[in-house]
Antibody, heavy 125, light 110 residues
Framework: QLQLQESGPGLVKPSETLSLTCTVS??????????WGWIRQPPGKGLEWIGS???????YYNPSLKSRISFSVHTSKNQFSLRLSSVTAADTAIYYC?????????????????WGQGTLVTVSS | QSMLTQPPSASGTPGQRVTISCSGS????????VYWYQQLPGTAPKLLIY???QRPSGVPDRFSGSKSGTSASLAISELRSEDEADYYC???????????FGGGTKLTVL
């Protein structure tokens, strides 16, 4: 059974860097059949796409966050990670990682079929 | 501000059919597939409809999706109490080169 699990600090200070890791089980993150994405949800608010990692290594970032985010992949651990720099209170949210099916070299449709349970990250001093 | 516009709330009684709308533009809904998610309280979103009108395995056929021009709809027939949740539409936007979500619709089963 495919599972995704987010991990990382639950509290980050303003101006610092938020780092999260998603551990995937039961399927290889290197598979050409899948891509992997990050989505966040501020408490009581809607969903926001952060970005996606295409199996080829190409990345798609939300333009509004692009200057602050980076993805990395750790194939030996079957993990992928998110780093978001210079965080503010506006970055406080539940962060989800998810598997994505319909990415190509030019677009990445928001078809997330498996999600992690989400992890709450609070930005506060 | 969401690129896709949904009504903030919708309601219906058990057994009824309800429809949730999602309005976009030519660069998202008008030219790409639409996806729908159901989020029960305290849980991660669940993919309900993909590629505008396809249901993943395990999703009841009471749920259906469609689109016309730059608008899409999610229809739920034979409404049940367990359908009470937040529903989100989503699509890729060619102009913004990003995925966009609607603001979400809270469905109440009266």
């Amino acid at each position: 059974q495919l599972q995704l699990q987010e991990s990382g600090p639950g509290l980050v200070k303003p101006s610092e860097t938020l780092s999260l890791t998603c551990t995937v089980s039961a399927v290889s993150i290197s598979s050409s059949s899948y891509s992997w994405g990050w989505i966040r949800q501020p408490p009581g608010k809607g969903l926001e796409w952060i970005g996606s990692l295409y199996y080829s290594g190409s990345t798609y970032y939300n333009p509004s966050l692009k200057s602050r985010i980076s993805f990395s992949v750790h194939t030996s651990k079957n993990q992928f990670s998110l780093r978001l720099s210079s965080v503010t209170a506006a970055d406080t949210a539940i962060y989800y990682c998810a598997r994505q099916l319909d990415c190509t070299s030019t677009s990445c449709s928001p078809d997330f079929d498996y999600w992690g349970q989400g992890t709450l990250v609070t930005v506060s001093s | 501000q969401s690129m896709l516009t949904q009504p903030p709330s919708a309601s219906g009684t058990p057994g009824q059919r309800v429809t949730i709308s999602c309005s976009g533009s030519s660069s998202n809904i008008g030219s790409n597939s639409v996806y729908w998610y159901q989020q029960l309280p305290g849980t991660a979103p669940k993919l309900l409809i993909y590629r505008t009108n396809q249901r993943p395995s395990g999703v009841p056929d009471r749920f259906s999706g469609s689109k016309s021009g730059t608008s899409a709809s999610l229809a739920i027939s034979e409404l049940r109490s367990e359908d009470e949740a937040d529903y989100y539409c989503a699509a890729w936007d060619d102009s913004l080169t990003r995925s966009v979500f609607g603001g979400g619709t809270k469905l109440t089963v009266l």
